[in-house]
């Protein structure tokens, strides 16, 4: 009788429990109705939104992207001394001049009396562009030793009040920009070695990146922000605002990201580049991390190792030692380097942004016009291998380079095969046609499919001794 009833004890208390359990399970599962529609309409809003951000980034900078060679040009005062100061030669790039030869601001104004660069015709300049090849063009509106290269209302250290030239450069530059098709972009310096609320009290180093000037905000809101926004207002729609000279101890992280909210207020379609803010690493060029301001990395000098799926960059680069004219230096990249820079640039999904350095009187020097015909030669006839293509999807095959475009791949030969096969390593693709791009009748060349290889018979010579383009299309879009 007792175990009976200690057993319905042990019923009553089992069955308890369990009702307990049930309870439990039902409360936290109307807890879970509850909370995960919520949770997940935030996570989709969220998504969303990164999704419509991206599309109107994509949007904004298609032409960037499909662009993929521009010219830089650096102009200005510097062209002048050209790399000599009081009869010596002074070390460094041409437009440091002032900086490296510790110039007091009086005697470097002299240079703008003497700045009249009357062989300046921006027609030749956009046409020279263009004959090249390339798309935009990204000119010096103000380097760091401050001086305009445009009518500024703000100061009298431009082109229109301190110099005999008296012609609004940028102004006749958009002009010939908007009637060749070609994208007019500014460069533009934050640091100013001439103003007095920025680092023109630095001197004789105006470099000097431990030095603060207290009324820097006064600068930024009084100067540098009024002339961006003359920059654009009064030219035209602007292709890219390229900051520079970022790393002074006044720029911060918040002032960049107020620059490139202040910059897409005046013209929201414009693109800017990492130097806004303080995300570059360095020389490397590209950004710390998506928390910086700016869309596109800069790595300057040189061209990163890989390509870097889904990061915008551009190596900007000199043809010869300097941005600046300097008269004396003849280290001039061959068309060669050039032409196999821009190939191996585009086959890791990047831009190539060459510079120019125009001489005082307004005028390439010779070497340049040689190496911009000499791109535009192997452009005329290559440019589809370029121009709107992404990185390599095989890396860095032994002969050359690669770009992708849909369903084509090209395949930039620098080392043409001695024994007429070049050997593609792409594992399963099928190869529906390959051919010269040089040849306008575009006649087959015999592919064999290999396991891990497609190889392509080609002829015993080099279209181009430089880069040779195939063109391969493959069924892998
Ligand atoms: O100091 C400048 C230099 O003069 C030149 O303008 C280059 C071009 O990218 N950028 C700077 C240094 O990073």
Known sequence: MREKHGRHWIVIVVTALALLAA???????????????????????????????????????????????????????????AGTYKGKRVDGIGEWIMNNGKIPITEYEQYARQFNPIGFNADDWVRMAKGAGMKYIVITSKHHDGFCLWDSKVTQWDVMDATPFKRDILKELSQACKQHGVKLCFYHSIMDWHHPDAQAPFYPNYNDTKQSNPNFDRYVDTYLKPQIAELLTNYGPIGVMWFDGEWIKDWTEPKGKDMYAYVRGLQ????????????????????????????????????????LPGVDWETCMTMNDTWGYKSYDENWKSSETLIRNLADIASKGGNFLLNVGPTPEGLFPRAIEQRLEDMGTWMAVNGQSIYGTTASPIGRPEWGRCTAKGDRLYLHV????????????????????????????????????????????????????????????????
């Open 23 to 81: 309870l439990f399970i039902v409360a936290s599962c109307q807890q879970d109705k509850k909370i995960a529609p919520a949770e997940k309409t935030a996570m989709t809003t969220s998504e969303q939104t990164a999704k419509t951000e991206q599309a109107a980034k994509d949007a904004r900078m298609a032409w960037w992207r499909d662009g993929r060679f521009g010219m830089f040009i650096h102009w200005g005062l510097y062209a002048v001394p």
């Open 414 to 477: 620098f080392n043409w095969p001695a024994d007429g096969k070049l050997d593609v390593p792409l594992a399963g693709a099928k190869p529906v046609k390959a051919y010269l791009l040089a040849d306008r009748k575009r006649a087959s060349l015999p592919v064999a499919a290999g396991q891990d290889t497609l190889t392509i018979s080609v002829p015993a010579k080099a279209p181009d001794a430089i880069d040779s383009v195939i063109v391969l299309v493959t069924n892998n879009k």
């Open 268 to 307: 929201p379609k414009i693109v800017i580049n990492n130097r806004v803010g303080k995300g570059r690493k360095g020389m490397e060029g590209l950004s710390k991390s998506d928390e910086y301001a700016g869309d596109f990395g800069t790595p300057e000098q040189q061209i990163p190792p890989t390509g």
